[in-house]
């Protein structure tokens, strides 16, 4: 399949992702910044972003059975609604319990949203696109979450305004469905888990993905109180989690496209090792950074903290196939959300205990571990063949 129909085939679905990610990032942001002028400690921050990914974990153990049942479309409508309501609780309580119950609702749905997206992606790409395929909706993500990040400037983050605005941003993304003439793949034949099949043929997507969970879970959780911390208002908070995000966005094409053509796991190991390098830095010398120095280091940090979880499915999907898109989707979120329920407890004991450099010191490790397990991997096996794969047809009932 070229490149071009390929992408006709998921436009509306990558306007949907742009939606309902704008509500994501906008959440992401007052979250944090609502729960800490409502006075909640760094533990109760930490729990709250923990509590999200095991919502998610959740999710992904569910979402299988959704999507069989259902179909993708479907099931997608339901995490929408879902998201929707646990937002609007949001700006009613000022308990942390309360923001953790529907924080870890959000989750659940957002699981939903991303195992659904990504099943319905892959089943669309074979091995030559998948990198590119990827990478497109990584940078429509990562769009849709510097816009929602903005949207902090309207209000205050305890304002009901803004949870308003996060809800009719997620509500918009059921529109491009709708009005589509594309079908979704077809349901996935069977909605268990291949958990212990996937370890077994993708050891290095499923391990890394894990960590990488264990990484990114703590620093989109704790990275607007990190930069609090440091003495900056709710405005440049925004600004900071913006050029963050939009440095997410700006190599994910060509990074997509350079996975595509060499070996992904080579790719990978510099991903991690330039993240890790530049967290040390951070950690170091972040407190003494003026304020553009902050914002070109938090965009350069940026360019290789998301794109490796993106090669890292890309590898994983290049071992497991097309016909086990949904199922494996499944498996890596579950995955990254185990790594994520983690990661915020711990980073944010370290910040509690040496201050807030030590997210960057906590990722830094993780990041360091990858690039070892996957080189290690690389040494002892093969890449996998990249070849065009042949679109299954299931024969009529």
């Given at each position: 399949?070229?490149?071009?129909?390929?992408?006709?085939?998921?436009?509306?679905?990558?306007?949907?992702?742009?939606?309902?990610?704008?509500?994501?990032?906008?959440?992401?942001?007052?979250?944090?910044?609502?729960?800490?002028?409502?006075?909640?400690?760094?533990?109760?921050?930490?729990?709250?972003?923990?509590?999200?990914?095991?919502?998610?974990?959740?999710?992904?153990?569910?979402?299988?059975?959704?999507?069989?049942?259902?179909?993708?479309?479907?099931?997608?409508?339901?995490?929408?609604?879902?998201?929707?309501?646990?937002?609007?609780?949001?700006?009613?309580?000022?308990?942390?319990?309360?923001?953790?119950?529907?924080?870890?609702?959000?989750?659940?749905?957002?699981?939903?949203?991303?195992?659904?997206?990504?099943?319905?992606?892959?089943?669309?790409?074979?091995?030559?696109?998948?990198?590119?395929?990827?990478?497109?909706?990584?940078?429509?993500?990562?769009?849709?979450?510097?816009?929602?990040?903005?949207?902090?400037?309207?209000?205050?983050?305890?304002?009901?305004?803004?949870?308003?605005?996060?809800?009719?941003?997620?509500?918009?993304?059921?529109?491009?469905?709708?009005?589509?003439?594309?079908?979704?793949?077809?349901?996935?034949?069977?909605?268990?888990?291949?958990?212990?099949?996937?370890?077994?043929?993708?050891?290095?997507?499923?391990?890394?993905?894990?960590?990488?969970?264990?990484?990114?879970?703590?620093?989109?959780?704790?990275?607007?109180?990190?930069?609090?911390?440091?003495?900056?208002?709710?405005?440049?908070?925004?600004?900071?989690?913006?050029?963050?995000?939009?440095?997410?966005?700006?190599?994910?094409?060509?990074?997509?496209?350079?996975?595509?053509?060499?070996?992904?796991?080579?790719?990978?190991?510099?991903?991690?090792?330039?993240?890790?390098?530049?967290?040390?830095?951070?950690?170091?010398?972040?407190?003494?950074?003026?304020?553009?120095?902050l914002l070109a280091t938090g965009f350069a940090l940026g360019t290789v903290l998301s794109t490796p979880y993106y090669v890292a499915t890309a590898h994983t999907n290049d071992r497991a196939g097309r016909t086990q898109a949904v199922g494996v989707a499944a498996v890596l979120l579950f995955a990254y959300c185990v790594g994520a329920i983690i990661g915020p407890l711990t980073a944010a004991e370290g910040i509690r205990r040496f201050g807030p450099g030590a997210l960057h010191v906590h990722n830094a490790i993780v990041h360091a571990t990858i690039a070892a397990f996957v080189l290690y991997r690389t040494l002892v096996r093969a890449a996998p063949e990249r070849r065009p794969e042949t679109p299954q047809v299931r024969p009529?009932?």
């Open positions: 399949m070229a490149l071009p129909a390929v992408y006709r085939s998921v436009a509306a679905l990558l306007v949907s992702v742009t939606f309902f990610v704008m509500g994501g990032g906008l959440l992401t942001t007052i979250i944090p910044l609502g729960g800490r002028a409502h006075g909640f400690s760094e533990r109760e921050l930490g729990a709250i972003g923990s509590c999200y990914f095991a919502g998610m974990l959740i999710g992904a153990l569910i979402n299988p059975l959704a999507v069989r049942h259902s179909g993708h479309a479907r099931a997608f409508v339901g995490s929408i609604a879902i998201s929707v309501i646990a937002t609007l609780i949001l700006p009613v309580f000022q308990s942390p319990i309360a923001w953790m119950m529907s924080r870890g609702l959000i989750g659940f749905a957002f699981a939903g949203l991303y195992a659904t997206v990504e099943g319905w992606l892959q089943g669309k790409a074979d091995n030559k696109t998948r990198g590119s395929v990827l990478a497109l909706y990584s940078v429509t993500q990562y769009g849709g979450w510097a816009i929602g990040n903005q949207l902090v400037h309207l209000d205050e983050p305890t304002s009901f305004v803004l949870y308003s605005i996060a809800a009719a941003a997620l509500t918009a993304g059921i529109l491009p469905l709708v009005v589509t003439t594309q079908e979704p793949p077809e349901r996935p034949a069977t909605p268990k888990l291949p958990f212990l099949w996937l370890i077994r043929t993708a050891p290095i997507g499923v391990v890394s993905v894990f960590l990488i969970g264990a990484a990114n879970g703590p620093f989109w959780s704790l990275v607007p109180v990190y930069a609090a911390t440091l003495g900056y208002t709710p405005d440049q908070v925004a600004v900071f989690v913006t050029f963050i995000t939009l440095g997410s966005a700006a190599l994910q094409i060509p990074i997509g496209r350079v996975s595509d053509r060499f070996d992904r796991r080579l790719v990978l190991i510099a991903l991690v090792l330039s993240a890790a390098t530049i967290e040390m830095a951070l950690a170091r010398f972040g407190g003494a950074l003026p304020f553009w120095g009529p009932a």
